[in-house]
């Protein structure tokens, strides 16, 4: 009997460590997976140490043997572009990857205006056409981690047909049938983005360790385990707002706070609109109450009203005495709420507002005239001091909070897949932080570059037109980020996709992701694939003042410069030495634009689409494509000096 369970054991035990014995391939390589033409193709993965791998594709086979940890990785020849092929995979078992082509594989990554998909900009005509099975789509899982990690988390390569494409990113979806129409060989789009990422946490640590701009801050982050800091997160941040509430994080009164009788006079305060982690919140997520009293007469009172609150990061549901007059759950959307009739008293009245904060900023945001009660011919001021009650608090990582989090788990696993070059479209989340984003943008390019081997070629699109604060007198972070992007072009193999005439004011993630996508492969077409054409718009060359006109000069002119308004041109805005910018009159002549403005005798700087809204720009060259949003001076902008911080959380659980 002893002997009968012995054998057992002993069979049972062989089953579990053959079953263990297994060859381990990244979730990059897939069935319908793309590979790179003209180029060493890498191949890698995992196995039982010193396991011998042997790799089959086409005509070609390559050998590798598993390191003491089980890594493999070997390179396999050049192929031209064709396929369908099986990818065979042979140790001490057969994997076999079918479908496979070889042909050119984009990088596409960014925040939401490259993740957005298909169905999201609602492009039902090209959903319904998208039937290529030579056009392939992968979307890296969203992921963080505090080390840099070998896997993603999940991601699976698709052929494109009218179901699949629906969730491919558009403007990788446009880049890559644009290309595919044009070169006929297959083509590979690697997804790896995710809305609302600031450009920090795309960068890994040895790219922020190389950069005197950034290695002093890095030095003092220390490499965490994401899923084992919550709890020390969470212990320091509900320690900290319960002392700067001084009251415990406990249910409450939700109906006395938001009466007109409540004593808020003990409660703490918040300025509003302003993101409150500038404030005593600091880096809080979860829910917020705020509230602000005002008086109205009785002939107020009986008008029909309207409440703006600027906008509102992330969710808010808005009550006036008690009574919801409005909801939204969009962090960009205006928050403009109709006053029902009957709401509002003659004498002391009360707007009380329910903030979830999911992540990043919180709070009211934008300018303060936009945090009013309009009454028709007059309104009431509401910006300034809010009293506030935290509900509750939200623990976690946010893959904003901390640097290369998304880098660690959804880049450094990518590499050393080969590819051809990257598309990139990001730059909202950093648009505070612009004039150091003059150095943020090229280091992920350098960084990159440097983990891959490789001078990639990296083309990007400039922020969109949207109504966003600020102007040329006052300071315009969203300018200020687009001129940032403009010099990064400086950087070799880069160019840039403007963006001011098809984006939407009121909307950040404008539809038009067609254009987006056929700008890109114009970069891709010329500078890469050797297609000569023109493929971008005029650029700032110089100016002339003579008296009180200036000349403005561009280069990247194609065949000619246009406007599509005739002879004039919108856009442009001029100063003398007060710095004091005024609309201008410009026209076109010949390949030149001539600036002038019955306010300035004695014209120093001219500045063109310095606006968030840079829809009045008309400057496009005769191959339409539209004019680089610039500016002559360099006068100081109102984010110089603004710079990435670590978190608050991160000093409180680690104040050394």
């Known amino acids: 009997m002893k002997a009968r369970i012995l054998i057992v054991v002993v069979f049972v035990l ?65 192929e031209t572009a064709t396929g369908p092929f099986t990818l065979t995979i042979k140790g001490s078992e057969t994997i076999e990857i079918r479908n496979v082509l070889v042909g050119e594989v984009w990088l596409c990554s960014g925040q939401s205006n490259m993740e957005w998909s298909l ?10 056409a998208a039937d290529n099975p030579y056009i392939r789509h992968i979307k890296i899982g969203r992921d963080i981690d505090g080390r840099p990690q070998t896997e993603i988390k999940k991601g699976e390569w698709q052929v494109t047909t009218p179901e699949n494409a629906r969730a491919f990113s558009a403007v990788a979806y446009f880049f890559g049938k644009n290309l595919y129409d044009r070169l006929k060989v297959p083509i590979g789009l690697i997804n790896s983005s995710w809305g609302g990422t600031n450009i920090e946490t795309w960068i890994s640590r040895e790219g922020f360790e190389s950069s005197s701009e950034f290695r002093d801050l890095i030095a003092r982050m220390p490499v965490f385990d994401v899923n084992a800091i919550d709890g020390p997160i969470g212990a320091a941040i509900t320690k900290r707002v319960e002392s700067v509430q001084g009251s415990p994080l406990t249910p409450f009164d939700q109906k006395q706070f938001m009466s ?12 509003q609109p302003k993101y409150w982690e500038g404030q005593s919140l600091g ?47 969009q962090w960009n959307a205006d928050r403009r709420y109709d006053v029902p009739g009957g709401v509002l008293n ?7 507002v329910r903030i979830t904060d999911n992540g990043g900023g919180g709070g009211m945001y934008g300018d303060a005239k936009d945090v009013r009660l309009d009454l028709g011919d007059s309104s009431v001021d509401l910006s300034g001091i809010w009293k506030f009650h935290v509900e509750s608090v939200k623990f976690g990582v946010n893959v904003n909070q901390f640097p290369s989090l998304a880098y660690n788990a959804m880049i450094n696993p990518l590499i050393p897949y080969s590819f051809r070059g990257v598309i990139w479209y990001q730059g909202e989340a950093n648009n505070g932080r612009a004039y150091q984003y003059r150095t943020a943008f090229p280091l992920l390019i350098e960084d990159w570059r440097k983990k891959w081997k490789s001078d990639f070629p990296f083309y990007f699109v400039q922020l969109a037109t949207y109504r966003q604060p600020g102007n040329s007198n006052e300071g315009c972070p969203w300018a200020e980020l687009r001129e940032a992007q403009t010099m990064t072009t400086s950087v070799s193999g880069t160019g840039m ?17 067609q254009d987006v996508g056929r700008r890109l492969a114009a970069l891709a077409f010329n500078r890469t694939y050797k297609l000569k054409m ?13 008296g009180n006109q200036v000349s403005v000069a561009f280069a990247g002119i194609g065949g000619g410069l246009k406007s599509s308004l005739g002879k004039k041109v919108g856009g442009f805005e001029i100063a003398g030495a007060d710095q004091v910018f005024y609309p201008a009159d410009a026209v076109l002549e010949g390949n030149s634009v001539i600036v002038t403005s019955d306010k300035v005798a004695s014209p120093v700087a001219v500045r063109f689409g310095w606006l968030g809204d840079a829809s009045a720009n008309s400057l496009f060259n005769k191959e339409g494509f539209p004019a680089v949003p610039f500016r002559t001076d360099d006068w100081k902008t109102v984010t110089n000096g603004v710079k990435y911080a670590i978190p608050d959380m991160m000093r409180e659980i680690n104040p050394d």
């Open 497 to 513: 996709v403007v963006t001011t005439d098809i984006g939407n004011p009121d909307n950040i993630h404008p539809v038009n992701k």
């Open 260 to 271: 007109i009788g409540f004593d808020d006079s003990k409660l703490p305060s918040l300025v």
């Open 14 to 78: 062989g089953f579990v460590l053959a079953a263990e014995a297994r060859i381990v391939l990244p979730k990059l390589f897939g069935d319908n997976m793309v590979l790179q033409r003209g180029t060493e193709i890498p191949v890698w993965g995992w196995a039982e140490p010193n396991e011998s791998i042997e790799i089959r594709l086409n005509r070609q086979t390559a050998t590798a043997t598993a390191d003491a940890s089980g890594k493999w990785t070997l390179k396999l020849k050049p």
């Open 119 to 128: 169905a999201q900009v609602k492009s039902d005509a090209d959903i319904a």
């Open 283 to 329: 880096e809080t997520d979860g829910v917020v109450w705020v509230r602000k009293s005002f008086t109205l007469t009785s002939e107020q009172a009986a008008r029909s009203a309207k409440l703006l609150l600027a906008k509102i990061d992330d969710e808010d549901v808005t009550y006036i005495n008690g009574v919801q007059v409005g909801a939204t759950a």
């Open 534 to 546: 023109v493929d971008s718009g005029p650029t700032y060359s110089s100016m002339k003042v003579s």
């Open 346 to 352: 003659p004498g002391l009245n009360v707007v009380t």
